[in-house]
Structure formats: C-alpha cells, structure tokens
C-alpha cells in the first residue's frame, strides 16, 4: 500500500525545489499554491497536523512580508538614483574642484587652483602651465605658501600677457630651484559639459576629462 502522506511530502519536496531551481527564489504565489496543492491533495485519512500547518501558515507570512520589504528597498533604490542622477544633471555648466591638475578657461576671469601641502615647503615653489598640446604658456612664483589649503589665482593670461584661448590646461607644481614637492595634493577646476550615466557609476565630463563624483571637494557657480 502507498504511503499517501510520505508520497504527498515527497511531492512538495520535489517542486519546492524546481521551483527554486527555476528562479532561485521561491516567490509567495508559488509557495501559497504549492501549500493549497498540498491540502487538496492530502489523505483524508491522516490529515495534515494542525501544527504543521500554522507552521507553513507562518512560512507564507514571513515570506510575503520578506518580498514586500524587498519590493520596497528596490523602489527606495530606484527613487535615490533618480534624484541622484537628477542632482548631477544640475552640475552641468557649474565649476567643480576635484582632485587632479587641469583648468578650463572660458574668458570669464581668474581661476582659483587649489593645491595642499602637508607642511610648509623648505625652498620656494613655482607653477608651471601648459596648453592641450604640452606647450608652456605660462610659470609663475607661489607666494605666502603654508601647510595645508593654498589657492593660485590663475588670471588666464600667457607668459606675453595676452589672454588665453579658451580650454583646457593641466599644470604642475614644483621647487622653483628643481625636483618635486612632498606631501603635496593638486585639484582640479573644471566647467561641466555633460554627465555619464553608466550603470550604478555617475561620471562626469568636462571636454576630454572624466571627473569622478567622489573625488569631487567643492561646487561653484561659473
């Protein structure tokens, strides 16, 4: 004679685990038809014990409140990314400060370029900047150099005095008598053109150069 009861049991087992091999998560409409499969199908005789059936009872219950928190993380998710993606959009034609050595020049005025020392250099410092092409437009002496924040004020002009072209310009810093300069951290001052939704990663753009948002230390009006 069949064991209904064990073959029953036996069954459950064997689609509860098809279904969670066919999409790795056993959802609550699979579960609660799998459960009404099960009672439909139980042996009159023996009838499922009352215990055990509280027991899937309370399985079904956590399980739909486990996707309902799960369904509501993801739109939280979704909702942050929006806003995220929206809030980056607004930085398109502004100014960021972020860590790296180039400046865009618009025509507009003087350019702060922000560079921190970890103490107080030993000899004096210079800068030197260059065009897109690695030509040098202009040197000049850092004055009032200390530990920590410094700012150049770059006025946009050429070694011959004239205005620049409008672009983009890298520059680095150095001892004036030769040889680099220790614990030192330079910072880009872009305009933002575009921004780069790739995925979970925000870029952004500012002609060639990619600026990541984590790297990004100040915000300004152009």
Known sequence: MID??????????SSLGKATTASNQLDKNAFLELMTAQMANQ???EPMDNTEFLSQLAQFSSLEQMQNVAESMELLALSQTASTNSQMVNLIGKRVVAEGATVTLDGAGP????????????????????????????????????????????DGLGSDGKALAAGTYSYTITQTQGGTVSGLTTYSNLIIDAVNFNG?????????ETINVANIVEVKEN
């Open 111 to 154: 350019v702060d370029l922000r560079y921190d020392l970890e103490e107080a250099p030993e000899g004096s410092l210079s800068i030197t900047i260059k065009d897109a092409s690695g030509k040098v437009v202009r040197t000049a002496e850092l004055k009032n150099v200390g530990a920590g924040e410094n700012r150049y004020a770059f």
């Open 43 to 45: 042996d009159p005789l």
């Open 200 to 208: 979970s990663t925000t870029t952004l753009k500012s002609g060639t």
């Open 4 to 13: 209904t009861t064990a073959y029953l049991n036996s069954t459950w087992s």
